[in-house]
């Protein structure tokens, strides 16, 4: 990528974050794929500020960003061409499961698992389009995930077509999550401990990806992100209160991202239409030391209760 090429990927991905979200929103998204951000930024424009953090990025995070944003341009060292990447759900935590053939059924039951967490997962032999290229699709999935699961079991670490899904996640720096199915993690990821799934049911593997996810450094800040997305997107206050329940599960939370979640949460009428679902947010932001999110309709009722019945 040469400096002009750098330059206009800049401006694409600054005017895009301008669109999308706030400053607020900004800063936590790039604190998510560890970009340095800026307090008292003296100018006022979201696009200028984006690019301004972003210029002593490197290639291949930038590229990441520009993919993950939905801006495959020519300026993207990494880009895939020729293919959409259709296959994330827009707004999740993007996870590939590395996984042997002879285990596609289970690994198919973890991702269904999975979207709980608001973590969307790719698994080659269920998302690959007969229509297309089977490798190309898999190369997409590698270049764009934010995380891989490799699912160890005998037969894995022979497996040329596995071996390679890991190698490009550590070649990518990616965080890396064995689960251990009969097999210990070995060569580059034997630094890694690993789930153990044997004699675990399918839900408690997919709350323990989502467990390591979120205390590792490396992408805590990006899955709490999606989870908090799709609690504020939720179209009924049921789906709303199981995200809550998932956060009410954790032992602490980024002021800034439950601050973000309020601002989000208030925008979403079927949400803040309903009492319940306010009660357990307003709990949920009590635990973790947030002021409540109040409404109209909630100010209305505590001044109803002290009129005479």
């Not at 954790?250 to 009660?279: G, Y």
Request: one cysteine or more.
């Amino acid at each position: 990528m040469n400096v002009l090429q750098k330059i206009e990927l800049l401006e694409k991905i600054g005017a895009e974050l301008q669109s999308r979200m706030t400053f607020s929103d900004i800063d936590i998204y790039f604190k998510g794929h560890g970009v340095p951000i800026q307090k008292n930024y003296p100018n006022n424009s979201k696009r200028s500020y984006a690019k301004d953090m972003l210029a002593n990025v490197n290639e291949n995070k930038l590229s990441i960003i520009a993919n993950e944003l939905g801006i495959l341009g020519e300026a993207s060292t990494t880009e895939i061409k020729d293919i959409n990447v259709s296959f994330w759900q827009q707004g999740y935590f993007k996870l590939f499961l590395s996984h042997l053939a002879s285990f596609k059924v289970q690994t198919s039951h973890l991702q269904s698992a999975l979207r709980k967490y608001a973590i969307s997962s790719f698994v080659a032999h269920e998302d690959i389009e007969p229509t297309r290229e089977w490798q190309s699709e898999i190369e997409a999935a590698l270049k764009t995930m934010d995380a891989l699961v490799a699912i160890l079991m005998p037969g894995f670490s022979e497996s040329k077509w596995c071996d390679q899904e890991v190698g490009v996640a550590v070649g990518r720096d990616v965080l890396i999550i064995p689960v251990r199915r009969g097999l210990d993690p070995y060569g580059f990821i034997g630094k890694y401990q690993g789930i153990q799934s044997q004699g675990k049911k399918t839900g408690e593997v997919a709350e323990a990806i989502f467990n390591t996810l979120v205390k590792s450094p490396r992408t805590r800040n990006k899955i709490l992100l999606a989870l908090s997305g799709s609690l504020s997107n939720a179209i009924t206050a049921k789906d709303a209160i199981e995200k809550i329940e998932i956060f009410n599960n954790l032992t602490a939370i980024p002021v800034e991202i439950l601050e973000n979640l309020k601002q989000q949460v208030s925008k979403n009428k079927r949400l803040i239409d309903s009492t319940e679902f306010l009660n357990h947010l307003n709990s949920m932001l009590q635990k973790f030391n947030v002021e409540k999110l109040t409404t109209g309709n909630i100010e209305q009722e505590t001044e109803w209760d002290d009129i005479p019945f």
